[in-house]
T-cell receptor, first 116, second 112 residues
Framework: AQSVTQLDSHVSVSEGTPVLLRCNYS??????LFWYVQHPNKGLQLLLK??????LVKGINGFEAEFKKSETSFHLTKPSAHMSDAAEYFC??????????????FGGGTRVLVKP | DGGITQSPKYLFRKEGQNVTLSCEQN?????MYWYRQDPGQGLRLIYY???????QKGDIAEGYSVSREKKESFPLTVTSAQKNPTAFYLC???????????FGPGTRLLVL
């Protein structure tokens, strides 16, 4: 079984300061890991994904995430927050097992507030 | 523009009524998925389809039905058996079954 825990349900940052969103996962397989962003009443947009290549993954809009197998973590960071980064962020794990439906397991989400 | 479209954006259901949510993609993706999102929660898988004319139940399929008669279309019907249908429904597709999933804009279903 796989699971994803996003350690903060809400994060508040000031514009121009760093953002850190924490994610821990568990999986019996070699997982693929994703971060998606969702703006209010919108679908999910892929920020970045890890698939066992480089452990530091760069995504869109200045975001990056580091895969740490020893810590089973996949934290998302951005050096300088922008007002447009205010949204909800989901950490997602995929076991890639066809028989299980290539199941995506979603974390509970972290809502980011950016203060001017 | 390539992408995934969902319609309608908002849908209202009366008691005992079946309603159908549309999902269309022009990405030539083989696999398609339906998820349900409740407030403050992550997404849960309702149904998925790896290929035309084939689909499988996800984690919360009860009260829902789907069809996959065309590669580009994967409609979801919320039946009267679904007692708590109010939610945000998201459709996704992927090029192959193990590829990255891309999401549509969603349909919000409300019960009158």
């Amino acid at each position: 079984a796989q699971s994803v825990t996003q350690l903060d349900s809400h994060v508040s940052v000031s514009e121009g300061t760093p953002v850190l969103l924490r994610c821990n996962y568990s999986s019996s397989y070699s997982p693929s890991l994703f971060w998606y962003v969702q703006h209010p009443n919108k679908g999910l947009q892929l920020l970045l994904k890890y698939t066992s290549a480089a452990t530091l993954v760069k995504g869109i809009n200045g975001f990056e995430a580091e895969f740490k197998k020893s810590e089973t973590s996949f934290h998302l960071t951005k050096p300088s927050a922008h007002m447009s980064d205010a949204a909800e962020y989901f950490c997602v794990v995929s076991d890639g097992i066809k028989a299980a439906g290539n199941k995506l397991t979603f974390g509970g989400g972290t809502r980011v507030l950016v203060k001017p | 523009d390539g992408g995934i479209t969902q319609s309608p954006k908002y849908l209202f259901r009366k008691e005992g009524q079946n309603v159908t949510l549309s999902c269309e993609q022009n990405l030539n993706h083989d696999a398609m998925y339906w998820y349900r999102q409740d407030p403050g929660q992550g997404l849960r898988l309702i149904y998925y389809s790896q290929i035309v004319n084939d689909f499988q139940k996800g984690d919360i399929a009860e009260g829902y039905s789907v069809s996959r008669e065309k590669k580009e279309s994967f409609p979801l019907t919320v039946t009267s058996a679904q007692k708590n249908p109010t939610a945000f429904y998201l459709c996704a597709s992927s090029r192959g079954f193990q590829e990255t999933q891309y999401f549509g804009p969603g349909t919000r279903l409300l019960v009158l």
